[in-house]
């Protein structure tokens, strides 16, 4: 069961602007991970975010929570052609007897970002 | 160690075989994860070990599916009678048991049945 679903689902942008992705879920969560992952590739995790925080700032990267509306973004500043892969959101739900399984992250279908140089 | 390793790359095979795929996870790291991902997806967990111990299985794992992870360290997923929809890519993840941070996943083995 997919969790997460991440907007848009395909994002195009000069290099240089800024990127935005969001990611919405469903259930009550520990955390929200960020990964990255380039076509053909395994996944790289980029930052995660704990449910009682509500920002966090890794480099270029900048991750917003809202538990109230279940949602996260994404913003990837002064973007690189180098940042061109698809983005995913995935959510490490808090025990709950109604999940499939309390030891999984949850994961959203994902951004695909291209970064036009 | 410079992560989590898993071979093959790829693997083609024809419909009805069997394969075996490994997985060398982080010498550290307790848990270990076996994820499915099809084109335009999100991984999909199929079973996830503590130690030596399969904790979860997800329901999408037919019976032809099989994992282990005999002494805690490498674990391999094995498929009987490959079919067609069994093509995707295979990815193993590893995390410590603590879970303070995000898992660490191999590149992938990515499996075409014929």
């Known amino acids: 069961s997919q969790q997460g679903e991440e907007d848009p689902q395909a994002l195009s942008i000069q290099e240089g602007e800024n990127a935005t992705m969001n990611c919405s879920y469903k259930?009550?969560?520990?955390?929200l991970q960020w990964y990255r992952q380039n076509s053909g590739r395994g996944l790289v995790h980029l930052i995660l975010?704990?449910?009682n925080e509500r920002e966090k700032h890794s480099g270029r990267l900048r991750v917003t929570l809202d538990t109230s509306k279940k949602s996260s973004s994404l913003l990837i500043t002064a973007s690189r052609a180098a940042d061109t892969a698809s983005y995913f959101c995935a959510t490490d739900a808090a025990l709950n007897p109604s999940m499939d399984s309390n030891y999984q992250l949850i994961w959203g279908a994902g951004t695909k970002l291209i970064i036009k140089p | 160690d410079t992560g989590v390793s898993q071979d093959p790359r790829h693997k083609i095979t024809k419909r009805g075989q069997n394969v075996t795929f490994r997985c060398d996870p982080i010498s550290e790291h307790n848990r270990l994860y076996w994820y499915r991902q099809t084109l335009g997806q999100g991984p999909e967990f199929l079973t996830y070990f503590q130690n030596e111990a399969q904790l979860e299985k997800s329901r999408l794992l037919s019976d032809r599916f099989s994992a282990e992870r005999p002494k805690g360290s490498f674990s391999t997923l094995e498929i009987q009678r490959t079919e067609q929809g069994d093509s995707a890519m295979y990815l193993c993840?590893?995390?410590?048991?603590?879970?303070?941070?995000?898992?660490?996943f191999g590149s992938g083995t990515r499996l075409t049945v014929v």
């Open positions: 975010i704990r449910s």
């Open positions: 993840a590893s995390m410590r048991a603590e879970g303070t941070g995000g898992y660490t």
């Open positions: 259930t009550s969560i520990n955390n």
